[in-house]
């Protein structure tokens, strides 16, 4: 497939400037669309892994839409940006913002998963413009990234590398194996992004193999970390903008505190639906509620274990 | 007890031929050896190879485990040190760092013991190198036995049943230094992920000159013949070359085969053997089940029914030795390969 497509949506072109004047409300729009679209693809197959892309949906809009340096026009340009997606899993979320930006025509999403489809549960690189490294076995993409980042360096390109990390990953050594590396290497272009959404597949990461100190964790293997509500635009646009330009010092972590199945009541921190099915008029019902936009939560998961 | 703070130099201490005795071993070296002694190693060209590639192309980088030493990828670090680095000992981070640095159009060759590379990491290679198409060349060196006494975590004898089953990857065992220039060349500009499988460095000479005709996929036939074909790879080539004429004493005329490239295996050359010498004996230091004698098997099975024998590793770990005492041990020295075709003639 691989011939980016130029129809864009007209919400793209508002958005055409990158970086620049978008609001807050737009990007709630585009988290809105994010979860929409997640619940339209989920039911081509039949299963989605919704509660998983809902905890990112801010931190896609707010990447995608505000921040990444990146040309859907030329996918391949080499001074862009890369995006890793650790988790992919979550690629259900972010093939319609890549659709959006007019890398290919949003009819192409219509053939999730089926036979021959270039779309997978899990992103693939060889087939989808904009995808920069396959993913699907935890636990790799950090090592990506370092690669990446190294190999801007030699290539002395200025580009940043982003790698969204699921919390759940945390727990294969590979990660920590590339966090030591990305220090000893100093490599301050390469950030990691944490979707700290509290639980894994089996229960809250807490409880199944704990995660936390994780600000003190990222800090000893010689990295700057920021802390912030990864659901909450005025804290992700702010920390997104101070994080600093590729060069030779620390590696950056943002850790984003999420609720895993956030925007739809009965998926927030259940363990229900990591792979899940909404059909009937529970698939109405949640379409509405992510329609009617984020509601306030009155407290925070409670296993939490902040440092 | 041997002391553990000899370190790896003493992995190259053995010698590559011949019956070492216990006594020989013991008492060979009569001054302490600190460090690797490079001078005596002139098989090993890893890294200058590299060097001399990366000379005329600044896409080549390259990556080790901490075994810079032991690989030579030292000698390509003092030469290019901003396009070298060092990973520590964490091999699956180092395979997918390298297959991330492909993804932004270098060639990447990421070297350590086959045993931590195709084994340990089976699956970086699998997801990170093959699956995307990375131009990354993982090279397992001190493959099959080569590290005798330090015993199975350091052998690797499942390597190549493991990585040729991985679908877009390359396999190809190096035969000696010459051999070994020879991949590398042709590496450069080679589609999709690699996996070069190296003895310990020592390998006997088969080609006195690097090997023009070098192509991957592409059997060389070292020697004629009529009776018997050796199929063979990497480290036992020299010694099936060393059979065939022992063979000849008695009468039978032995076809030798460099079959170097395990994935995409050259089926013709397997079934011209076939056809033109009526039987085939594989010959690897490698497990027996998985590797160059499965695949040929899996060949003449669909395609050409003949008397047909693998000769290798028997499925068993292998006990403790010097190397020359185990090729000897598993009849993978010139003798052994001998009477094993003798025995698959009579058959």
Known sequence: ?307 | MQRASQGQDAIFRGTAGGDVSLKDEVFKDKKSVRGTPNASLPAFILGEELADLADHDPRIAVLTADLAVANRTNDFKRRHPDRFFNLGIAEKNMMTVAAGMASCGLVTYAATFASFCAILGAEQIKTDCAYPGMKVRLIGHHSGMSMGFYGTSHHALEDLAITRTIADLTVVCATDANHLRAILRESVDHPGAMYIRLGRGRDPEVYPTVPKAFRFGKAITLRPGKDVTLICCGSVVRASLDAAEKLAKHGIDARVIDMHTIKPLDTAAVRKAARETGAILTVEEHNITGGLGSAVAEVLVEEDRIPFMRHGVPDEFVPVGPPAALYAHYKLDADGIAKKAKALLKS
């Not at chain 1, 919400?11 to 988290?31: E, F, P, Q, T, W």
């Not at chain 1, 979550?90 to 999403?109: F, H, Q, R, T, V």
């Open chain 1, 1 to 307: 497939m691989k011939s980016a497509a130029k129809k864009g949506s007209a919400v793209k072109k508002s958005i055409a400037a990158r970086g620049h004047n978008v609001s807050s409300a737009m990007l709630a729009d585009r988290a809105m669309f994010v979860r929409l679209e997640t619940l339209r693809l989920a039911r081509i197959c039949g299963a989605g892994h919704y509660s998983s892309t809902f905890s990112a949906a801010e931190l896609f809009a707010a990447l995608y839409y505000a921040h990444l340096n990146i040309d859907p026009k030329d996918p391949d340009w080499p001074d862009r940006d890369r995006f890793i997606l650790s988790k992919g899993h979550a690629a259900i979320g972010l093939y319609p913002i890549l659709a959006d930006l007019g890398y290919y025509p949003m009819s192409e999403l219509d053939t999730f998963t089926r036979l021959g489809s270039h779309f997978g549960d899990h992103p693939n690189m060889k087939h989808i413009p904009g995808i920069d490294f396959s993913s699907g076995s935890l636990g790799h993409g950090l090592s990506v990234g370092v690669g990446m980042a190294l190999a801007g360096r030699m290539q002395q390109r200025d580009y940043r590398v982003y790698c969204m990390l699921g919390d759940g990953e945390l727990a294969e050594g590979q990660i920590w194996e590339a966090a030591m590396a990305a220090s000893h290497y100093k490599l301050q272009g390469l950030i990691a992004i944490i979707d700290r959404n509290q639980l894994c597949i089996d229960g809250h990461t807490e409880e199944v193999m704990r995660v936390e100190p994780l600000e003190q964790r990222f800090r000893s293997f010689g990295w700057e970390v920021q802390r912030i509500d990864g659901h909450d635009f005025e804290a992700i646009l702010p920390a997104l903008g101070q994080l600093k330009p590729a060069g030779t010092g620390k590696p950056q972590a943002l850790i984003c505190d999420t609720i895993k199945g956030r925007g739809v009541k009965r998926m927030e921190l259940s363990l229900q639906w990591h792979v899940a099915n909404l059909a009937g008029e529970d698939y109405d019902d949640a379409e509405a509620e992510i329609r009617a936009g984020l509601r306030p939560l009155a407290k925070r998961g409670k296993k939490r274990g902040k440092n």
